[in-house]
């Protein structure tokens, strides 16, 4: 079974903080992804990333930046978190099989205060 | 911009009957159609994906692909209260990456 886990399943951050939030994946899949969920808007694509420290922006990359340093890990960066950023984040990987099947992690809620 | 709209719903069918869930997508260079269930509070979980047109059955669920129409549908037999949750649309284009564009979701209630 493919198996995503993310660092944390809560978070709570203040204003301006920096916030790190780790993905990590075994099943050697090559494209990762981070989204973020909020009520009536959706699965939005932040950045998704096709191969160690290579990225590409989503739809709502700003105030986010990431890291891909090791092919099982995706990094997602807040750089001074701000309250509009409360939100669920779900990390997904896929193989680059054709197929795309995206396999989500369990999620961060994290809220900014 | 490519789009997946979905009936937000939501939609309340009696435990034991047929939920059936559509999606229109607008990328007509989409190939791969996804279904993903989410409960409330977790993270969408992968039900089912059909590539080509015509019907794929997998135990209860059954997905319905029309390329030419656009439309994608998921139909749950026989559907129990444990099937209440968002059901997910995703579509990709098969040009970036594996990235999917996800339909809203619709939410299915199914009442003993």
């Known amino acids: 079974d493919v198996k995503v886990t993310q660092s944390s399943r809560y978070l709570v951050k203040r204003t301006g903080e920096k916030v790190f939030l780790e993905c990590v994946q075994d099943?050697?899949?090559?494209?990762m992804f981070w989204y973020r969920q909020d009520p009536g808007l959706g699965l939005r694509l932040i950045y998704f990333?096709?191969?160690?420290?290579?990225?590409e922006k989503g739809d709502i990359p700003e105030g986010y930046s990431v890291s891909r340093e090791k092919k099982e890990r995706f990094s997602l960066i807040l750089e001074s978190a701000s309250t509009n950023q409360t939100s669920m984040y779900l990390c997904?990987?896929?193989?680059?099989?054709?197929?795309?099947?995206?396999?989500f992690g369990p999620g961060t809620r994290l809220t900014v205060l | 911009q490519k789009e997946v709209e979905q009936n937000s719903g939501p939609l309340s069918v009696p435990e034991g009957a047929i939920a059936s869930l559509n999606c229109t997508y607008s990328?007509?260079?989409?190939?791969?159609f996804f279904w993903y269930r989410q409960y409330s509070g977790k993270s969408p979980e992968l039900i089912m994906f059909?590539?080509?047109?015509g019907d794929k059955e997998d135990g209860r669920f059954t997905a319905q692909l029309n390329k030419a129409s656009q439309y994608v549908s998921l139909l749950i037999r026989d559907s129990q209260p444990s099937d209440s949750a968002t059901y997910l649309c995703?579509?990709?284009?098969?040009?970036?990456?594996?990235?999917?564009?996800f339909g809203q979701g619709t939410i299915l209630t199914v009442h003993p």
């Open positions: 099943m050697d899949h090559e494209n």
């Open positions: 997904a990987s896929s193989l680059t099989d054709g197929t795309d099947t995206q396999y």
């Open positions: 995703a579509v990709n284009s098969g040009t970036s990456y594996g990235k999917l564009t």
């Open positions: 059909i590539y080509s047109n």
């Open positions: 990328d007509r260079g989409s190939q791969s």
């Open positions: 990333s096709y191969d160690v420290k290579m990225k």
